[in-house]
């Protein structure tokens, strides 16, 4: 296991996502709560980045907050060294998210459901390198384009929302807990086939998850959330061999969520 | 073995008994009244009960005659046209409802108060407002029926799963790919039902406002087929409404199957 800082040690210019002492509040009803305070890492590119915490410590605040579904209080996020709040129009295509739940459009078949993006977004399929079609095929859906999603078992209707979200030839993957609701062998069987596809592709992918034993499988670091966003810790997964080393980084990373709730000893910068 | 084929899952429980498609029992239903109707066309005045031979003649007189033709027609078109400008519009102020809670908060009541007052005292100020026959019908059925057909739109966008609704708008779609993408697919089975429900509702109107105050139309032809005493006519003008009713629903059965063939059945 090796130290690391919050922005995986690369120069900040490299950053295709950086988020820099961001807070978010929320106010209803007069009432402020506190979502995110004092949030800063940045991914390079091609980096696949797990992000790990508690219920309630902004793990949803920050993939809307990426997403650009809600502006930032103070500081700043930045997607492709753009504002995705602000200036989405320029990450259009660019950007996706593979959802918690598949979230198929019950009247769409399969293949309208990939061509979902490029509908909204304007994107015509023949500019693409892979056509929604190919995306069906690399998944192993060629034989159920004309299905609908009632037709489908729940690994199949996760793999329709990973070719949805990579149709477009995103350049940065968002996955928010994508594969929580897969039972383990489904499950195990997806995450291997996404992290090929994204790893095959050089896509930069954040991939929030409760997770641990996901997070170490998949990523190549590792962030912990603590109250309100902060981040506690981060870990360099990618550099981990030999299942002693692995166990002792997720009981690592187990003590660090745990203890989530006391504020932030220390950075772990790996051993 | 099947949890369903075992021995403890039918103990106690009667087996699944198969229903054959034909309604044996409501054809006896039918046919008791058939008869009873005849018996009592042999015993009272035809003014009262004609035999079903006269209203059989009766029918077909409809059939054969130009203007009645005509009257058929012309509440078909009514009912269908004041309907689809009655959706049209619901369907406009539900969405508009839907992207604006103002707007929603404004028309709630509005709609409830619509809702509230009967068909026959808007047939009533219909007379009273406007000289026109057709405009006091299309008045009527609109007014009778945007209130279904708004509440259907607005409980099926408050339907929308938020999950759906959210994946669709972190695409940053217009509202005009909103509404094409999202709303309508989502709204078709309430706007289904909404028709469903407000064809019955139609047709009752148009028929008591062509009774009150029309001068053509089916509802016409009743009120004539009353003052002159002429209980086949009636009875024969009630199945033309009766077949109106039956094949609209197969039509909108027909689109149901098409449009909804997305849904477990």
Redesign the interface.
Known sequence: MRSDNFSGNMDIADAVIRCDNVRKEFVRDGNRTLAVDGLSFTVARGEYVCVVGRTGHGKSTLVNLLLGLLPASAGTVEVLGRDPYRQFDQLKGRLSCIFQGDRLLPWRTVLANVRLPLEILGIRERTLPLHAMDWLKRLGLQEVPGAYPHELSGGMRQRVAMARALVSDPEVVLADEAFAHLDAVTGDRIKSDFRQLMRSSGKTVIHITHSIEEATTLADRIIVLGEHGRIRASFRADSVHGAHAIDELRHEIYRQVANAERPALSVVSGK | MSPTSSPEATAGQAPARHWPAFNVEGAVVFAVIIVAWQIAARLFPPFLFPSLGSVATAIADIFRDPVAISAIWLTYVRILASLTAAFALSLLAGIWAGFQVRVGRALLPLVQFLQGVPAVCWIIFAVLWFRNTELRIAFVILISTFPSFYYQIREGLLAIPD??S????????TRW?LVR??ML??L?PQLLTGWRLNLGTGTKVTIMAELLGGISGIGYQLRLAQELFRMDRAIAWTAVLVFFVLVTNKALALIDKRLL????R
């Open positions: 999950d759906l959210g994946m669709v708008r972190a695409l940053r779609p790919q993408k999202l697919p989502s078709v063939a997305w849904r477990v």
